[in-house]
């Protein structure tokens, strides 16, 4: 990108950060901001945290006044997906608001999940993750509503759809507005190159080569493919190829991919009277997949029965897909260039770290710190990203590493490329490079206790096998599970697995020793990790009960963890008025 266009954008994104910041703590005028931000959930544990932290954050004047923050779970029972979510927000929003429903702007905000990629988000939820920036600290929530806050003035009523774990930046001439007031869908697209292409949705554009790219243009789509192969990427025209300077794109060819969509009032209503026919779901459905697929004139029928995308594919997929392209067939489908725009997506531990201590262009743009909302950080620390959390003067944290929500007492030393998550880690403690801890606070036998869960950065908790007889496929710091129980004097039969017994992972493994107390819960994990490390042996003591990630979430004690969430806050207020 020449620096020309990346002035822009960092301009661009800094004037939407202090337009968001003039609103938080206060109430907004009419037209000025979201009638209604809803968020979805996976369950109603899920939801009932993020009614709670959502009503802490307007008490504490971080979010603008005046509009509905509404959550909604999907209802329990199989996943029925983002596009399932999307439906059944739309059935919550009616029975709330009925006629009135039809004058409505709505932010919807897909944030529902186990975020299993990304553990240190399973507990509170991924929209509310923190960021280092902002004074209250912003957390995702903060930044979805800055990146959008021009879009509600710019809105016929309807539906904004957008998911929690990504973020888009663009800039626009001045003198001209993102607008979302055609009938239909009208959708953002961003050029990228081929290879992203494969792994998001795809616009095949009418489009002619041209020698210049404005910053926004608008264009009507063909037809859109969802995570389609290079080849039926070419094979259909999605490919672009650059004559000029295109804003963001170094390749000489491109596709535009798709990120945030809105549908105006009445498409929703026929998605709403779409579910009250089927009745209740009983498989997946994507809202960019199985709606946007259905759109174009050059859209066919043909994608009803590829399930290649599709995590468990159930009898009533194809029917309710083949339900939903006929009700869509015809349907606009508008779509907004945004010419010199990034798309960011921070759902994993290695983009968590990545872009929030490494990206130099992503910290630049938003204007990231190293340090947010934190106290007696080490001036010499560089390369690594402290976040609402209290250290001693003695700690080191080494560059590639995130520290968030946590206590660093003194001479703890934390290695490269690790994050450190809501824990207590006691004096002179030494964490490896490339570790994930995160302390949880759960419920068990009737009293309160900590868990600490670790892993390595890119250690894959969704990988199954069918029986604990098959370990050794499964790796923990690139050990496999085996040789890791050999090291905490533990044989394979031993170790027990939460939830589904056909499928046995590291995220459902009970590996994890249950403490009573939050720094005693870190020392003993950090010991086990150790060992692995070193080749020694260190066994959680007789009688230790042991959970897995999967049990922590099941028996979180929400109200605990948000109580330690606020002494924290209330010592890093007092520890800035003290220094």
Known sequence: MSQGYSRKLKTATREKLRKMNLLRGREVLPGEFWDVVAVTAVDGSQRDSYERQIREKIERKELPLGAQYKVFSDPPGCKIGNGGSTLYALQQLNDIYGKALSNLRILLIHAGGFSQRLPSASALGKILMPLPLGDPIYQMLELKLAMYVDFPSQMKPGLLVTCADDIELYSIPEEERVS?????????????????????????????????????????CLSFLHKPSIDKMRDSGA??????????????????????????????????????????????????GDFLQALGPKATIEY???????????????????????????????????????????????????????????????????????VNVNENFSGCCIMHSVLDLSCSIEAGSVVEYSR????????????????????????????????????????????????????????????????????????????????????????????????????NARLFPVCSEQ?????????????????????????????????????????EMLKLKRELHHDIKQGKHSI
């Open 519 to 559: 720094q005693s819960s870190f020392s003993m994990s950090l010991r086990m990790l150790q060992a692995i490390l070193s080749g020694t042996t260190s066994s959680p003591p007789r009688g230790t009960a042991l959970m897995s990630m999967q049990d922590c979430l099941r028996h979180k004690n929400l109200e």
């Open 180 to 220: 979302f007031d055609k009938p239909g869908f009208t959708a953002l697209a961003h050029p990228s190159p081929l290879s992203m292409g494969t792994t998001h949705g795809v616009f095949v554009l009418n489009l002619h080569e041209r020698s210049s790219f404005p910053e926004m243009e608008s264009a009507s």
């Open 239 to 288: 490919v672009c190829r650059k004559q000029g300077g295109l804003f963001s794109m170094s390749d000489s060819e491109f596709v535009y991919t798709d990120s945030t969509y809105y549908m105006d009032f009445d498409t929703a209503k026929s998605l709403l009277n779409l579910l009250n026919e089927l009745g209740p779901l009983n498989c997946e459905i994507d809202a960019y």
């Open 304 to 374: 009803t029965k590829n399930t290649a995308n599709v995590t468990k594919e159930e009898s009533s997929l194809v029917e309710i897909r083949q339900k939903i392209f006929f009700l869509l067939k015809g349907t606009p489908l508008n779509v907004i260039l945004l010419n010199n725009s990034k798309f960011y997506h921070i759902g994993t531990t290695t983009e968590y770290l990545f872009h929030l201590t490494e990206n130099e262009a992503f910290r630049s743009e938003l204007g990231l710190l190293s340090s947010a909302f934190t």
């Open 408 to 507: 660093l007492e003194a001479g703890v030393s934390v290695g490269g490329g690790s994050i450190i998550s809501s824990c207590w880690v006691s004096s002179g403690l030494s964490v490896p490079a490339g570790a994930f801890m995160h302390t949880l606070c759960v419920s068990h036998q009737e009293q309160t206790t900590f868990v600490t869960v670790f892993f390595g950065i890119k250690d894959n908790l969704k990988k199954s096998v069918a029986s604990p007889a098959h370990l050794e496929e499964l790796l923990l710091f690139g050990f496999n599970l085996t040789k890791c129980l050999s090291h905490w004097g533990m044989e394979n039969e031993c170790l027990k697995f939460s939830g589904d017994a056909s499928s046995c992972s590291l995220w």
